[in-house]
């Protein structure tokens, strides 16, 4: 695992970002919200190919973090809660950045993301910015008809807490014992003062947290297991270690509650940029919420005949962060035969689709047998099926989506039973008999 500071080396980062945010409005990964409207800053939707993409996104990591492991359970918390929580949590008082605006063209600017303190980025002017002031990120609404004290609510900056405030139903009911973890993904919504870089820095965002709950005396050996794990996975689904590393915070970055925190770190075009932090954040957590609350959320040791509140390591990475680095990462061009290519070279379990099934003609001789091929592997993995426009440019098409195989119904399919497979990257073509295609597949889509 690399710990050390290595700077983006391509030179041809300059315009990639252009160039994946265009492929993703034309191919469907993501739209503008609202753009009817005019759009709404800072806000996305996912498209029919996208919204495939970012469920893989969290598969990917659920499988890893959950359905792989027997010391972890998942969750799903609400997503509105009570100020109790965030009093305890201390989100209310804490949950700030600093903020100042432009008194020349009324820019509001997060102090600490200013190149010259005394310049506006946003219009040049000198000698315009406020002083600073603290600006709390929670988004505040009202539950019920009356809006009150009494009905405030808040919408979660992040999934940690509902983990946290349900320690105990789930150690009654999970049976597991520390070291065990709390998985969770959702939503979350933080009031960023200057969101941006497409869908990195956002208003409204996915999150895929795990609190692991360990004996206070196994709180370091467990944080550098998580730091190593949580790096490799993103190896492991794609990403070339060249464009990762790992940064460990100094000392006046830490959080107040935390002992250790490290940041697995992308080389996006604009520089390193945050996917997941791993931190250490000792017992605050629940010895905060069993003050607040006045319930014990503390763990007894048969063995041992002692109670202890756990230590909490907790990786927490931003799902549409991560499918955005892995487009980035995945992002090729090549010169094919005279043309260029766009292919994404995606993992196979990040790709939207996995299989493309593309009869060469819209004959009933051969969309006959395409649609018996889409129904044997349909139930296995994503299919799109596609039977129009000349089959060079329904490849280009899927190379564009990321399909790692297309799968062609051509006329000699009718006479011999077998169908042409093409890889996404190499653009090497099998043929295969329908009968054998499943298992043909299932090798290569493990």
Not at 40 to 49: A, H, I, K, M, N
Request: one cysteine or more; glycine letters at 6%; charged letters at 25%.
């Amino acid at each position: 695992m690399s710990t050390e500071p290595v700077e983006p080396t391509s030179d041809a980062v300059s315009d990639v970002m252009d160039k994946v945010v265009n492929l993703c409005k034309r191919r469907g990964f993501v739209f503008p919200s609202a753009e009817i409207y005019g759009g709404f800053r800072s806000t996305y939707d996912y498209g029919p190919v996208g919204v495939l993409m970012l469920r893989n996104v969290k598969n990917a990591w659920w499988r890893s973090m959950v359905q792989m492991r027997t010391d972890v359970v998942g969750l799903d918390a609400a997503i509105l809660s009570p100020p109790a929580v965030w009093e305890a949590s201390g989100h209310l008082a804490n949950f700030t950045d600093p903020m100042v605006d432009c008194r020349s063209c009324k820019a509001r600017l997060r102090a600490d993301h200013l190149d010259d303190p005394d310049v506006c980025p946003s219009c040049g002017a000198t000698g315009t910015l406020t002083e600073a002031r603290n600006f709390n990120l929670m988004f505040k609404t009202h539950a019920g008809p009356v809006e009150d004290a009494g009905a405030v609510a808040y919408l979660r900056p992040e999934t940690a807490q509902g983990m946290f405030i349900n320690f105990a139903n789930v150690l009654n009911t999970s049976r597991k014992r520390p070291p065990f973890g709390i998985a969770q993904i959702g939503k979350s919504f933080r009031n960023e003062i200057t969101p941006g870089n497409f869908v990195f820095r956002t208003r409204e965002f996915e999150q895929m947290e795990l609190e692991f709950f360990v004996p206070p005396d196994e709180a370091q050996r467990w944080y550098d297991y998580w730091c190593a794990e949580r790096y490799e996975w993103y190896i492991q689904h794609g990403i070339d270690p060249s464009m990762l590393r790992m940064r460990p915070h100094d000392a006046d970055e830490l959080s107040h509650y935390s002992s250790a925190t490290a940041d697995v770190e992308f080389a996006f075009p604009w520089g390193w940029g945050e996917l997941e932090g791993v931190a250490n954040r000792g017992d605050f957590d629940l010895t905060q919420h069993a003050k607040h609350s006045g319930e014990k959320l503390e763990y007894f040791d048969q063995a041992a005949n002692a109670r202890y509140i756990p230590h909490v390591i907790e990786p927490a990475a931003g799902a549409t962060r991560a499918m955005m680095a892995f487009l980035l990462a995945a992002y090729d061009e090549e010169e094919v035969r005279g043309e260029l290519r766009t292919v994404l070279r995606l993992h196979h379990r990040i790709a939207p689709y996995q299989v493309a099934v593309l009869p060469l003609s819209r004959k009933d001789e051969l969309t006959g047998p395409a649609q018996r091929v889409l129904e044997a592997v349909q139930p296995h993995w994503m299919c799109d099926y596609d039977e129009t426009q000349a089959i060079g440019r329904r490849y280009r098409r899927q190379d564009e989506l990321g399909t790692p195989y297309c799968v062609t119904i051509d006329f000699d399919t009718v006479t011999d039973g077998a169908v042409t497979v093409r890889e996404r990257d190499s653009m090497a073509q099998d043929r295969v008999a329908i009968d054998q295609l499943v298992s043909y597949l299932t090798e290569r889509l493990i």
